[in-house]
């Protein structure tokens, strides 16, 4: 699914040489490189405020701390997404209230969202799924409507940008109150093990979080307020601030190979290539098929014999989660949802994607749907 080795030997020396540097000095934690990436990231993405975490999913628990909701606040989510949204709304005590996604775009529904919207409603978290931001022109104006926080879920978007209806821009995880990030390998701007990092326009939410993110404090040794302990680590950072100036590339080349697979399968009566998101560019985390008229788990093993590897992403939505069924939610609430958990499929998708590679997967991909 996808190629960090090729992607790490043509950037070697710059990986190599910023390690080296953070071994030399040991400033293993909370050391200059973090604070460089840090600024590095806050040039790029246009947040006035980056504040570097453990992980993605840290970075959007300590958002949701930060806002300070309380047990019984609603926090309404996407159904069809990774587990980690829901997962700190359920560990902070808050309830996840969850919503339907846009078959198309397989991004929140927004018109789903505004019957969600109850007096206990503090916070809605957008996913900005695979790689292209939500509708966050209506989301932002729905949210100011009803006195609510956005928390973005950035992590599969970072380099992503959404143009609104005066021109504006703005980047995934920069719209919101606040946005979150996650550097995990395999996402679009990866380190070699886990991070994250949150971003926000706020100085004061940004001052909140960055003490709840070391122990809630912010005189050594007093502790103002509950925090956890989550922390980007130099090395880390050094791996990502070598790779930020790529990033761009990086984004292109997905694009690149995400356009080969549509111009390949425009025609191809038994799927459906990915529906795009007015207004926002996509920078494909992943490239997600639905797969409509031919069998698609049959598809997939096709796929693996001829060494191809393909993914379902994701195969249950977090209202039939067995940790997360809840009597308000039944089979058949949320339709969309329901149906692309069983017809997507995730083709390989990264930054070192060639022509040949491209054209054996599509072939066996058309030639395995002919069938
Ligand atoms: C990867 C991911 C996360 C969590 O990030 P970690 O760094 O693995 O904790 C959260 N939400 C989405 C949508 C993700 O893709």
């Given amino acids: ?15 190599d040489a910023g390690i080296q540097d953070v071994i030399d000095s040991a400033a293993f934690v909370k050391g200059p490189k973090v604070t460089d990436f840090q600024h590095h990231l806050e040039a790029y993405t246009g947040a006035r405020h980056v504040i570097p975490v453990g992980n993605g999913t840290d970075a959007l628990q300590i958002a949701l701390m930060g806002l300070g909701l309380r047990p019984g606040d609603e926090v309404i989510t996407p159904t069809f997404t990774f587990i980690a949204t829901a997962e700190v709304v359920a560990l902070l005590g808050l309830t996840p209230v969850v919503v339907d996604v846009d078959w198309e775009t397989m991004n929140m529904d927004i018109a789903s969202v505004r019957r969600a919207i109850t007096p ?12 292209q931001c939500a509708d966050m022109e209506a ?31 703005k980047q995934a995880g920069t719209i919101g109150h606040i946005g979150c990030t996650s550097f995990f390998p395999s996402k679009n701007l ?16 940004a001052a909140k ?24 680590d130099s090395i880390q950072a050094a791996v990502l601030d070598a790779k930020l100036p790529h990033l761009d590339e990086y984004i292109a080349a997905r694009q690149k190979a995400a356009a080969y697979y549509d111009e390949a399968f425009k025609d191809c009566p038994a799927l459906l290539v990915p529906g ?18 031919t ?70 991909v058309l030639a395995l749907c002919r069938k």
């Fill in 190 to 205: 990866g380190c070699y093990g886990d991070g994250g990092a949150i971003f926000t326009n706020d100085d004061e939410l």
């Fill in 1 to 15: 699914m996808v190629d960090l080795q090729s992607q790490y030997l043509r950037i070697k020396q710059e990986i």
């Fill in 139 to 169: 989301l932002m104006a729905l949210a100011e409507e009803h006195h609510l926080y956005v928390v973005e879920d950035a992590c599969q978007a970072i380099g992503a940008r959404y143009t609104f209806a005066n021109g504006e821009t």
């Fill in 276 to 293: 795009r998101q007015a207004h926002s560019t996509h920078v494909f985390h992943q490239y997600t098929l639905r797969v409509t008229g």
């Fill in 295 to 364: 069998d698609r788990d049959k598809l997939r093993e096709g796929l693996a014999e001829r060494g191809i590897p393909a993914m379902i992403y994701y195969p249950v939505p977090l209202h039939q989660q067995k940790a997360y069924l809840d009597p308000r939610y039944k089979d058949g609430d949320f339709p969309a949802a329901e149906k692309l958990a069983a017809c997507v499929l995730s083709l390989p998708m990264h930054t070192e994607l060639d022509n040949e590679q491209l054209e054996y997967i599509t072939s066996s």
């Fill in 209 to 232: 979080m960055r003490a709840i993110a070391n122990h809630g404090m912010v005189v050594r040794y007093h502790h103002d307020m509950i925090g956890v302990n989550s922390r980007l």
């Fill in 120 to 131: 206990r409603t503090k916070a809605i978290v957008p996913v900005h799924l695979f790689g």
